[in-house]
């Protein structure tokens, strides 16, 4: 079975869209479901943003799965460091910087970007950081591949890494994400309206952005992955 582990049950949307069968299973997990997509079963989890939650995530696929765990799959959202990356693009991971290579899925008809992929553990919010973290080797960033990666090669697992861009290297947040999670890394809801309340001018027009990019950026990747083959 593939297992799909993302951060935030949109970013599965577009990947549920293309499958078939689909079942709830009762894991200690925000979001869990098992399905079938291309004639193989799947398990996609969500469990929150941050290497503790998504390795948290991976272990309740394990602990429920056992051997039978073909691939492990990180997925969802980034952010882009290198300029030429756009929103809405596919990147597929090479390796996670610093920590080890990752497999390319097996695909044709789809255009995508692929490099090196950073995983930490902070939303990266301004075009002076994200041309830093570019310098320093990395083309895109994220916050669960890193744990997942570990998980992989712990098990003797395939590990992808599959992402699609939704804010550019060029772009800065108004509101400063590392302020809206919880104390378990979540991103809290109430903290997020508190935060647009006080900069309503900059802050929500943003939030709309992001929201229309991510229903874009979730169907991309449901049809990228929908036509991968692991």
Known sequence: MLAFIAAERRELEGVLSHAEGIRKPEWPVDFARIARLNARDVVLVANGPGPSLAGRAADVVREHLGMGMDALVSVGFCGALDPALEVCEIFVATEVKDIGA??????????????????????????????????????????????????????????????????????????????MRDREGRFSLPKILAGAARKPVAVLPELLKLNQRSKCAAKALGDFIADARF
């Open 102 to 179: 990752a497999r390319a899925p097996a695909i044709a008809g789809h255009a995508y970007k692929s490099g090196k992929l950073l995983s930490m553990d902070r939303v990266v919010s301004t075009p002076a950081e994200r041309a830093v973290l570019h310098a320093s080797g990395g083309d895109a960033v994220e916050m669960e591949a890193a744990a997942l990666i570990a998980r992989a090669r712990q098990w003797d697992v395939p590990f992808y890494a599959i992402r699609v861009v939704t804010d550019t290297a060029r772009e800065a947040f108004a509101l400063d994400f590392n302020r």
